[in-house]
């Protein structure tokens, strides 16, 4: 666990628009100091949109007890499609973008087909190279490796979030893991890893 407070309801009303002021106010700075677990069950919550607008409708129109089991569905789906890690969650920060080069020497194709991220924690580098396939789509292929050094280590899950849409689930190539043919954009990295999980925010993929 991270230390966090932060309440299911608390999040669920921020996202819906309903918390009062001070709920909002409190939830919004905690977001924006670099809570990974929260910013991570938001995304989460926001999938499970249309169940939690039904759990708004039955409150409106019949008793609470109706609105309670709605509630306790949409926990169910939380937990079931979104398992938290065992361990605890981290965030981890870009400390190197080639973009930022020139001439990167690494480089298999021509300038802009190309580019390496490395994201850090106190445990674990994340590299994450992208190759461009068309004009509008880029291959991601990712590794963790311990920060004292040694062999990678394979994620147990890793998933991708884009600004708008489902999560896209990575695939395992040995100590790598591998996303094809994703859409030039902004994206949200989850990496579960035996003791927890990695969270990487706003990768940018391509040069927009």
């Not at 461009?132 to 880029?138: I, L």
């Not at 899950?157 to 708008?164: H, M, N, Q, R, T």
């Amino acid at each position: 666990m991270n230390g966090c407070t932060t309440q299911f309801e608390e999040l669920l009303a921020y996202l819906e628009g309903s918390a009062d002021a001070s709920i909002e106010q409190r939830v919004r700075a905690h977001l924006e100091s670099g809570c990974a677990r929260c910013a991570a069950d938001l995304a989460w919550l926001a999938h499970v949109g249309p169940l939690l607008r039904e759990a708004v409708a039955m409150e409106r129109a019949s008793e609470s007890r109706h609105l309670e089991l709605a509630m306790n569905r949409a926990r169910t789906l939380y937990d079931e499609r979104y398992p938290r890690p065992a361990g605890r969650s981290v965030l981890a920060r870009l400390i190197f973008d080639s973009r930022m080069m020139q001439a990167p020497a690494f480089a298999r194709g021509g300038p802009g087909d190309t580019c390496q991220l490395l994201f850090s924690t106190d445990r674990h580098n994340v590299e994450l190279w992208e190759e461009r396939q068309d004009a509008k789509h880029w291959y991601v292929i990712g590794q963790v490796l311990p920060v004292d050094g040694g062999m990678a280590i394979p994620p147990r899950e890793v998933s991708i979030l884009p600004e708008a849409g489902d999560p896209i689930a990575a695939e395992a190539h040995f100590d790598e893991f591998h996303a094809p043919r994703l859409p030039e954009g902004r994206y949200r990295f989850r990496i579960r890893m035996e003791d927890g999980e990695i969270v990487i925010q706003d990768v940018q993929l391509g040069f927009g």
